[in-house]
Each structure stands twice: as structure tokens, then as C-alpha cells.
């Protein structure tokens, strides 16, 4: 499921800016203005019965290009990402639980988190057997002992 939000926050940043998305940093000679996106922590709280929440948190970098509209083009950037991340996903959507920026020195740090629930498989448990004693049963519930 992580791995989905993570296709889905790439597809939606790439779908939306038009711009290289990259999987965690920029390789050598990579074009700018970018975006990189990875995942920077997972949380997970155990609920009631088989129940957990699970949270993921994503780091996303804009890194944008040179010249005297960096800083706008920086606070655009930010902007777009609350729109595009907010909701995410085609056939599962995904609401963003939290979201904050900070302006950098290479553009702007983007941080949003994603949570869902997780159900896990009930166990079987083998029932015990019944209990004989010398060639009798013992007492089980419901009934009178033959001992």
C-alpha cells in the first residue's frame, strides 16, 4: 500500500507541473526545475481487535532552476503542491492528513503525510480436544461428568 501512495504522489506531481520527477535525488546531470520525492518515515498504531493506522510521511523537493525568478517560481511550486496532493490516486484515493513547506537554498522542502487502515487476517484457533481419563470423559462444558 505504501508503494502505491508513493506511484500515486509521483503521477500526481508529474501529471500536474509537467516536470521530472525523480524517485529520491537528482542523478548527476539531471535537468532542473525537478522534483524528487521520497518517503521519509512510516508510523504505524495498533487500534482495536485486528486494526491498525499506518502513516506515511513523504518528503518532496522542488529544486528550481537559475535566474531571477527563481524565488517566485519556488512559492508557485509550493502553492501547486497543496492543490495536487491534497487528494491523490485514481482507483484508491488518498487524503493528505498533513501538509507543510519551507523555502530553502535550492528551492522548497515539501512534506506531506498519508494514513490508512490496515485489517489484518483473524487467527484460527485449534479447539482442544476432549479429555479422557482412565477410558471416560472428563467433564466438558454443558455436560455431567462420567467420572
Known sequence: MTESIRRA????????FGL????????????????TVEISGVEQQ???????RRK???RIRY????GKTAAADSLAAADGL??????????????????KHEKTEY?????????????????????????EHNGRRAV?????SGI
Open 9 to 16: 504522489v509521483i503521477c500526481s506531481i508529474s501529471e500536474s
Open 20 to 35: 521530472p520527477v525523480y524517485g529520491q535525488t537528482v542523478p548527476q546531470g539531471g535537468k532542473r526545475p525537478c522534483f
Open 46 to 52: 495498533r487500534l482495536l481487535g485486528r486494526r491498525c
Open 56 to 58: 506515511v510521511m513523504f
Open 63 to 66: 529544486y528550481s532552476g537559475e
Open 82 to 99: 497543496y492543490e495536487v496532493l491534497l487528494l491523490i490516486g485514481n482507483e484508491e484515493k488518498f487524503a493528505a492528513s498533513s501538509m
Open 107 to 131: 528551492g522548497v522542502a515539501f512534506t506531506a503525510a498519508y494514513e490508512y487502515h490496515i485489517l489484518f487476517d483473524e487467527e484460527e484457533n485449534a479447539l482442544m480436544m476432549r479429555l
Open 140 to 144: 466438558g462444558y454443558g455436560e455431567r
